[in-house]
């Protein structure tokens, strides 16, 4: 195995000591894009998922240890062959996957851009794991574990009622403070456990909300109905410098003591009401914080990929309990493992990182859908939307290459059935779309009614299983003549067909189907981009709009308080819309000016 990646020990000296294999370069790219011609041209899926042997070949399984929890990937409705498989697995050899595979799992430098490790599986080894193959392995799990039981200890203490907030009353409510990684990834885990019996129950009588947005409107949405002395606000800042994460803290710290004021001390309100996720201990402790009630994460843990970090385990278990959670990082490990040591034919997240490969780069289609059929998965897509696309969305591989394409896709989705009357529309006559889809064998919540032919899942379900193969064998002319189908709406009823799709069938959903889940498309997302050798673990595109954002925010605060008459450096466009902006906000203080001036009149 090449040790390049090893030899990378910081930013300085990675341009000289990483030369990659560009994959475009490669026979196997060439190849397939011959390939991808001729499915354009002249194969269908119709026919091809017509063919027994091989719908039976493309189908992928892992099970867990315990058999109560199964993964299946049926990808035969993709537009490949057995033949067109093993090109990219051939493209995966030319590129070392497996050796970057390997190189993260054992602590390598694969994110060099900003000279990190890349361990957020580290985050979800069980205790007794040895991880003294990885470099600084064992430290490395004793102080994930050391987090762990900070954070057990701290909510078993909440919930039990013995850590009371400053007037005595327990706490109840959770207000997750933080935005990105910090927010999506919690919020999409939180809602899809709130109907599972066993989290549902440990929730009994608690609220969990997330705030990200500065929008004020986010803040007032979010305490609405909160009793400040009921209230932890748990505040997710690696840095404690994140704009809006920082001036929402400060807006929940204000509620906190107006809504305690001449009940309780400031202070105490504040190391009680107050908790954070950070490695910022100085700033958060002259937050107010209590040291004790700080919770740590490292370098090597990427925002987007946080989940099972304390940004995510502390509101969590706070909400649902430390033993739900457990369960949620162990179905994260049981991914990890399928991942690490599964052959690339059957391993399920590579099969997906590929696949997006050729739909992306080879079929030329931009777009993906994330089509969970689960309500509780509503958050999901926007969770892997992130994930992915501030991943993936880069435009040089690691040495600084230009890439000759595009990558990364345009994630979106809902969940089933409510997408197939919003935007299934265009994915059937409209633009080829590849789908997703996400199935589950039981229902968090079965209902069955008298009378009615099939079960409230099974009605569900019934779609899950009919969409796949709409988009794929399509409805000729041909047939809608056979059908009667009047002559004048026939080419109106026309379905091309030939739109590729994943269907991925899962046992349940509980909380160690969430970890499952959401580690599938977490490592999917770094196949991907260890085929474009691209840096999938930086997000320098996110950078620019703050620095710009900085400058405006000096302005406006010039403007409105400092007296400042003129707006300046910016182009004139940029110009004209601030300008536009602040005489809305003067126009309508004079008014307000004037109609305080009449009232005094009229009292007069």
Not at 143 to 170: M, N
Request: charged fraction near 20%; glycine fraction near 8%.
């Amino acid at each position: 195995r090449s040790r390049r990646w090893r030899d990378v020990s910081s930013v300085a000296s990675f341009p000289e000591s990483v030369k990659m294999t560009n994959c475009w370069e490669t026979a196997p790219f060439i190849a397939l894009q011959s390939k991808a011609s001729a499915f354009k041209t002249s194969l269908h899926l119709r026919d091809l998922c017509a063919d027994y042997p091989r719908c039976s070949g493309l189908v992928a399984r892992h099970e867990c240890p315990s058999g109560e929890h199964a993964v299946t990937l049926d990808y035969s409705r993709q537009q490949v062959t057995g033949d067109t498989m093993e090109t990219l697995f051939d493209l995966a050899d030319k590129v070392e996957l497996s050796g970057k595979i390997e190189e993260m799992r054992r602590g390598s430098v694969v994110n060099p851009t900003e000279g990190r490790q890349v361990l957020h599986h580290a985050l979800r080894l069980p205790k007794d794991y040895d991880f003294g193959y990885c470099a600084g392995g064992a430290q490395i799990h004793q102080d994930v574990h050391s987090v762990l039981s900070s954070v057990k200890a701290f909510g078993e203490k909440i919930r039990c009622g013995s850590a009371p907030g400053a007037t005595g009353k327990p706490i109840k409510n959770i207000l997750a403070v933080g935005i990105g990684g910090s927010q999506l990834g919690p919020e999409f885990v939180a809602e899809a456990l709130r109907a599972d019996p066993a989290a549902h129950a440990a929730a009994q009588g608690r609220t969990l909300k997330f705030l990200a947005n500065v929008d004020p409107v986010d803040f007032t949405i979010c305490v609405d109905g909160l009793d400040p002395e009921e209230t932890m606000v748990v505040v997710v800042s690696k840095t404690f410098t994140t704009a809006e994460t920082m001036l929402n803290a400060r807006t929940a710290r204000n509620w906190l003591l107006k809504g305690m004021e001449g009940k309780a001390n400031a202070a105490d309100v504040v190391k009680k009401h107050v908790c954070a996720v950070s490695t910022a201990i100085d700033k958060a402790t002259a937050f107010g914080i209590d040291k004790e009630n700080i919770f740590g994460f490292w370098g090597w843990v990427g925002g987007r990929f946080s989940v099972c970090s304390a940004v995510g385990i502390v509101p969590l278990s706070l909400h649902y309990s430390f033993e739900v959670m457990e369960a949620f990082l162990a179905g994260a490990h049981d991914m990890d493992n399928h991942f690490f040591t599964t052959p690339l034919r059957n391993n399920i997240p590579v099969l997906l990182g590929l696949l997006g490969v050729w739909n992306s780069t080879f079929l030329k289609y931009e777009t993906r859908a994330i089509l969970p059929y689960a309500q509780a998965l509503k958050r999901f897509p926007a969770h892997i939307q992130q994930v992915d696309m501030e991943s993936n969305g880069k435009r040089v591989t690691l040495d600084g290459t230009a890439v000759p394409f595009s990558t990364g896709e345009i994630n979106f989705g809902e969940p089933g059935t409510n997408g197939q009357h919003s935007f299934y529309q265009l994915m059937h006559q409209g633009r080829v779309v590849p789908a997703d889809f996400i199935g589950f064998c039981e229902s968090q919540q079965p209902v069955e009614l008298d009378g009615e032919p099939v079960a409230n899942h099974d009605e569900l379900m019934s779609n899950f299983f009919a969409q796949p193969d709409a988009l794929a064998m399509g409805k000729t002319l041909s047939e809608l003549e056979q059908e009667g189908v009047p002559e004048a709406v026939r080419e109106h009823k026309v379905f091309s067909g030939n739109r590729p799709s994943n269907s991925i069938l899962m046992s349940k959903l509980d909380a160690f189907a969430v970890g499952q889940l959401l580690v599938m498309y977490e490592h999917r997302t770094a196949v991907q981009g260890f085929v474009w050798g691209i840096n999938s673990f930086d997000q320098w595109g996110v950078e620019l709009g703050k620095v710009l954002a900085k400058q405006v925010r000096s302005q406006l605060t010039s403007s409105r308080k400092g007296g400042a008459g003129q707006v300046q450096g910016f182009n004139s466009s940029t110009q004209a819309m601030i300008e536009a902006y602040l005489a809305y906000g003067k126009k309508k203080m004079n008014k307000e000016l004037t109609q305080g001036s009449n009232l005094k009149e009229i009292m007069c």
